[in-house]
T-cell receptor, first 113, second 115 residues
Framework: SQTIHQWPATLVQPVGSPLSLECTVEGTSNPNLYWYRQAAGRGLQLLFYSVGIGQISSEVPQNLSASRPQDRQFILSSKKLLLSDSGFYLCAWSGSLSNNEQFFGPGTRLTVL | GESVGLHLPTLSVQEGDNSIINCAYS??????FIWYKQESGKGPQFIIDIRSNMDKRQGQRVTVLLNKTVKHLSLQIAATQPGDSAVYFCAEKPLRENTGNQFYFGTGTSLTVIP
């Protein structure tokens, strides 16, 4: 069966520090991968998605970036965090075919102080 | 652009009653819809989906209705239980090429079940 992992589960970082969140998927190959951010009491905002290694599409301009160094690994990064980067970050995967549901990881709670 | 929103941000129901959560979507060309359940501090979990060529789909205790005429989606939960307390999101997939199977999510409805 497929599983999706995210780490760390929680993170507290000072403003201006770098960020690296990791997401890995097991039990499937060539998945579509997604990074979402969820502010408190809000919906999910799609940040990045990837349909293959090295292929990243960005949905919103910001100081975050994403990379996909391996088929089942998706990394969210920042060189300098802002206070507004605080939130709940969710990684998701789906099959590569159209109209496949997305499966979400457990999320990372990021607090920028 | 696409937008998906929910009519009721919060909903409280008595245990054992039926719950109805509503969602409006704006893109008439969307062809796939999903309802997710998110418990506090966890990632969303898939509940049920429906494709645009259907108007109703039933699962275990849940039913999704799709009205394409008014671009409305609803989730019905039968015999609501305390474990159903969570935030429920509808998600819409626009019919576009090269979208990487993207979904657009509503802001969510918080369901509280009163024992």
């Amino acid at each position: 069966s497929q599983t999706i992992h995210q780490w760390p589960a929680t993170l507290v970082q000072p403003v201006g520090s770098p960020l690296s969140l990791e997401c890995t998927v097991e039990g499937t190959s060539n998945p579509n991968l997604y990074w979402y951010r969820q502010a408190a009491g809000r919906g999910l905002q799609l940040l990045f998605y990837s349909v293959g290694i090295g292929q990243i599409s960005s949905e919103v301009p910001q100081n975050l970036s994403a990379s996909r160094p391996q088929d089942r690994q998706f990394i969210l990064s920042s060189k300098k965090l802002l206070l507004s980067d605080s939130g709940f970050y969710l990684c998701a995967w789906s099959g590569s075919l159209s109209n496949n549901e997305q499966f979400f990881g457990p999320g990372t709670r990021l607090t920028v102080l | 652009g696409e937008s998906v929103g929910l009519h009721l941000p919060t909903l409280s129901v008595q245990e054992g009653d039926n719950s109805i959560i509503n969602c409006a979507y704006s893109n008439s060309a969307s062809d796939y819809f999903i309802w997710y359940k998110q418990e506090s501090g966890k990632g969303p979990q898939f509940i049920i989906d429906i494709r645009s060529n259907m108007d109703k789909r039933q699962g275990q205790r849940v039913t999704v209705l799709l009205n394409k005429t008014v671009k409305h989606l609803s989730l019905q939960i039968a015999a609501t239980q305390p474990g159903d307390s969570a935030v429920y999101f509808c998600a819409e997939k626009p019919l576009r090429e090269n979208t990487g199977n993207q979904f657009y999510f509503g802001t969510g409805t918080s369901l509280t079940v009163i024992p």
